[in-house]
């Protein structure tokens, strides 16, 4: 059999759409034809095309045919049809040059064939692949890369299965679990220590694999001394240890009990801290581990916090939940840490941990003891909103866009600490703006603004108008306006601190009406060259509407 020499010329020379739209009647037609499989078989087979796109073309024709087709075969003709697969899979495990996108659809091939068949035929998959490691490289690359396409298809949760494909599904997890789970976890660590120097990606990938299949396997076959002294070990290598972050990411996700989770957690955060890892500064950190590493501890957090959340009564009553909160407590150290790193992308990976520890902090009968706590985030919170010397508000970029949407994020962070504890945040408010325009003037530009700022945010996130009903919050909110005002910072130079000056002012107009003496200075501001007559154009006309707005409601 050879392949149409048409066909041949056009694989070749496939790089125009031109000629790609040529090749789909070609495809189609092997696709349909009962000897189609057969003759794109034979050619991957004798590794007569020597080429990856003819392979590639080969490989999509069986591809359809084992989608379509195959469970209609006679059984001998199944029976050829794997070993065309098999003999293709030890040409890839022995070729020297053979690219990505063809491992990888070799690997979607033998994984189609296999969800059909597998558990009531082809139970040999695993013992072949095994056997075959031994060929080199290339035989533990493919191999790993089947065990992510087969967890692709019979474990992802983002990928939506009828009732039918569920129930083959776990028939399949429930037969390998049984029969050949410890023979794969046996070869992973093999591969982990053989090549732990030498290929750093094979390394990698096995690591996916691992975290892959943690989800739905003994997690006393990973969770033990071998393989996570080995884990432990790759965060010294700057090639291995994104993935071992993620790997043990995917390990503290394992679906457990709220006691067993916690030793976990509390074993790997001890381990992790002795490793002197969690005391780095991203400065010293490379490439995207910071991010891997604050990835890691929001996982962390959220699983205790999601234990907590989810425990029974007897549970609670053997004291489960005073250990998962003293567990908690102790990671916010390293919230801290990683929400106040200086990369605005390292520290939106802990969000997520803010945010369910403050709402877990809603939730306790006394969160007193956590005020600490509680003042120490909304420190950091306030240092991270503020501007960078280098934010150009002249001409905002993609990286001004981006931090503005990150400063939102971290107003929600504010709201839920002002829902949690008004006062704690009111007090921090004052303290602040008393602190800094007190001697504004040689006071950077980025602390004057955020002072500014957090006291306009009182007003967006107190609930209702507690600021003005309250006596005790007006009083001390009284005591920042007239702070505000009185102290002329509206002559700072900087388009900033001006702008948000006067978006306060007009923010708390029903403050004038008590205070109406007040009144002529900051119309006063509005009108003159720190306002109406500012040079800058974004200053001025945002300066025109709000003063409209402050006339309106005070006539």
């Known amino acids: 059999m050879s392949m149409d020499e048409q066909l041949s010329r056009l694989l070749l020379n496939a790089d125009s759409s031109e000629v790609q739209s040529l090749i789909l009647p070609y495809f189609e037609e092997y696709k349909n034809s009962d000897r189609g499989w057969q003759i794109c078989g034979e050619i991957l087979s004798q590794n007569a095309a020597r080429n990856e796109r003819v392979d590639f073309f080969c490989l999509q024709v069986l591809e359809s045919h084992a989608k379509d087709r195959y469970m209609s075969f006679p059984e001998s003709q199944m029976d050829s049809f794997k070993e065309s697969v098999k003999t293709w899979y030890t040409q890839c495990c022995s070729l020297t040059e053979n690219k990505k996108f063809i491992r990888n659809k070799t690997a979607q091939l033998i994984c189609i064939i296999f969800v059909q068949e597998y558990p009531k035929k082809w139970l040999d998959l695993f013992s072949f692949m095994l ?4 060929l080199g490289t290339n035989a533990v690359d493919i191999y790993l890369r089947v065990l992510l396409a087969l967890d692709e298809e019979v474990v992802a949760r983002h990928i939506p299965h009828t009732q039918l494909e569920l129930d083959r599904n776990t028939a399949i997890k429930d037969h390998m679990r049984d029969h050949c789970i410890t023979d794969l976890v046996e070869s992973w660590y093999t591969i982990l220590i053989t090549y732990e120097t030498s290929q750093p990606e094979l390394v990698c990938l096995c690591l996916q694999v691992i975290g892959a299949f943690i989800s739905w396997i003994d997690i006393g076959l990973i969770a033990n001394d071998r393989f996570i002294s080995c884990l432990l070990a790759y965060l010294r290598s700057e090639d291995l240890r994104e993935s071992v972050c993620d790997c043990f990411f995917e390990i503290i996700k394992k679906g457990m009990s709220a006691s067993a989770k916690t030793q976990l957690v509390e074993s790997l955060v001890d381990a992790l801290e002795k490793t002197g890892v969690l005391a780095l500064d991203s400065d010293d950190m490379d490439g995207e581990f910071p991010e891997k590493l604050s990835h890691l501890i929001e996982g962390i957090g959220v699983q205790l916090i999601s234990s907590y959340n989810k425990l029974t009564k007897e ?10 909160l003293q567990a908690v407590d102790k990671k916010i150290p390293h919230l801290l840490r990683f929400l106040g790193d200086e990369d605005d992308d390292v ?3 802990v969000f997520e941990f803010a945010h369910e520890y ?6 306790l009968p006394d969160n007193k003891p956590y005020q600490g706590r509680l003042v120490a985030i909304f420190e950091v919170v306030v240092n991270k909103m503020k501007y960078d010397e280098k934010y ?3 001409k905002e970029s993609d990286t001004e866009a981006e931090f503005i949407e990150y400063r939102k994020q971290m107003k929600v962070l504010i709201d839920n600490i002002i829902k949690l504890d008004a006062d704690l945040v009111l007090n921090s408010a004052h303290t602040l703006l008393c602190n800094t325009l007190s001697d504004w003037r040689s006071s950077s530009f980025m602390d004057v603004e955020i002072s500014l700022h957090i006291m306009y945010l009182l007003g967006e996130s107190m609930p209702g108008q507690e600021l003005f009903t309250n006596e005790g919050k007006f009083n001390k909110f009284k005591e ?17 601190v ?7 002012v007009a923010r708390y107009e029903r403050y004038f009406f008590a205070q109406t003496d007040h009144i002529p200075p900051v119309l006063i501001s509005f009108l003159d060259e720190r306002g109406l007559l500012n040079a800058n154009a974004t200053v001025n006309s945002r ?8 006339i309106k409601s005070l006539k």
């Open 131 to 134: 056997s075959s490691l031994s």
């Open 315 to 324: 549970e609670k009553a053997i004291g489960i939940d005073t250990q998962i």
């Open 347 to 349: 520290s939106e990976c």
């Open 358 to 363: 403050i709402n877990l902090l809603k939730d």
């Open 392 to 394: 150009n508000f002249d």
């Open 480 to 496: 920042m306006m007239h702070l505000m005002i009185t102290s002329e910072v509206s002559l700072h130079e900087h388009s900033a």
């Open 498 to 504: 001006k702008l948000q000056y006067f978006e306060t």
């Open 543 to 550: 300066c025109s509407f709000l003063l409209m707005r402050f």
